[in-house]
């Protein structure tokens, strides 16, 4: 009843005070288009939401809605099936380029893009060095060259670290601060890092879309995280007996989840071989835990890659009752557990399963 009495007796008031949201515009001049190609404009998280829809006139198009709050978008030109993305948010945005590489289509007008932009001239060339220098390590057989490339790699992965700290502080006010600890996340095993940078940010940004996101996979991830004690099993091996986690107390166990069905997992295992033939005999080993359904395809597998530690499963697909102990949503998957049942590591896959077992084993 109250706004009712303000809007009947104030009216100019209660237009000035309800002036409609301004939303976005995109204005896109781009060569090579076709003629009445149709140009959609979507939530890259939920692509089925087409939020503006227009024709391409003379190589012009212009869509307009409106948005929520800040996020990726994407341009959608379905008569050449290419796209490009945008960060933005209400903004009125220019896009000037050429079909032929929408890439390096110039944005104006969203300063949320501009940073975008900032964070891929940054990370995409640490990103891109990192990747080459683990291929490189995952495809050499002498152990001192090895030594040389991961103490190389490590340096350079804490490179990679420092600079997320550094942007991440610098645009903690920005949906790019959440956004840039998102993607790098897979970097940092650590959930209490995580968490830290987490608690940088302003508290707008904790409540955008990109900071609930990033909230809620700290939250998972503490579960099992590194410094905590895993989570005690028992599990038939391949011959019926039970197996159980204690049993490997005062060693250095890898338990990982994996499948004769998961391509991943088959591409995996010789990481998981080379790494269990150099440190077996200090003190480390590995405990198969696998989500088939098939005996004779575990079996089977297990021969055909030469992974000569001990295996456990009860054959029941994804409703394994380990993986549900331990959240197991995805293969390849594992935990790094040490001589006093603790947490050490967890997901470690190529190059940085030999760098873990280096650090706390040695290499000599």
Not at 216 to 233: L, N, V
Request: charged share 25%; glycine share 6%.
């Amino acid at each position: 009843m109250k706004l009712l009495y303000i809007f009947l007796f104030f009216p100019l008031f209660a237009m000035a005070q309800t002036k409609p949201v301004q939303g976005f515009s995109v204005t896109g001049t781009i060569k090579g288009l076709a003629e009445n190609e149709v140009v959609t404009f979507t939530d890259v998280n939920n692509p089925d939401d087409t939020l503006a829809r227009t024709l391409v006139k003379k190589g012009v198009f212009v869509l307009k809605g409106t948005i929520k709050e800040p996020n990726m978008y994407n341009l959608n030109f379905h008569g050449s099936q290419k796209k490009m993305m945008l960060f933005m948010g209400n903004d009125i945005v220019t896009v000037t380029g050429d079909a032929t590489s929408l890439q390096a289509a110039v944005v104006k007008g969203s300063p949320l893009h501009n940073e975008f932009k900032e964070f891929q001239d940054l990370f995409n060339p640490l990103f891109q060095k990192l990747a080459e220098m683990n291929q490189t390590i995952g495809g050499q057989t002498d152990l001192k060259r090895d030594d040389t490339l991961m103490v190389a790699y490590t340096a350079h992965l804490e490179k990679v670290k420092h600079s997320v700290d550094s942007f991440v502080i610098a645009k903690k006010a920005s949906p790019i601060g959440p956004f840039t600890v998102l993607v790098t996340s897979e970097l940092e095993q650590d959930v209490v890092v995580l968490e830290r940078r987490f608690n940088t940010l302003d508290v707008s940004q904790k409540n955008g879309f990109f900071g609930k996101l990033l909230k809620t996979q700290i939250d998972e991830a503490k579960f099992g995280s590194i410094g905590s004690d895993a989570i005690p099993f028992a599990q038939n091996d391949t011959t019926g007996k039970p197996v159980f986690l204690a049993n490997f107390k005062g060693k250095y166990v890898l338990i990982d989840f994996w499948a004769s069905w998961c391509r991943p997992c088959r591409m995996e295992n010789p990481n998981v071989v080379e790494a269990y033939n150099k440190f077996k005999n200090k003190n480390f080993t590995v405990l198969g835990i696998s989500l088939d359904r098939s005996r004779e395809d575990w079996i089977k597998a297990i021969k055909d890659d030469r992974l000569t530690w001990t295996h456990v499963s009860d054959l029941k697909f994804w409703n394994n009752e380990v993986a549900q102990k331990y959240h197991v949503q995805s293969i390849p998957q594992n935990y790094l557990i040490g001589p006093d049942g603790k947490i050490v590591g967890k997901n470690l896959r190529g190059a940085e399963l030999q760098m873990k077992l280096c650090e706390l084993l040695g290499c000599n």
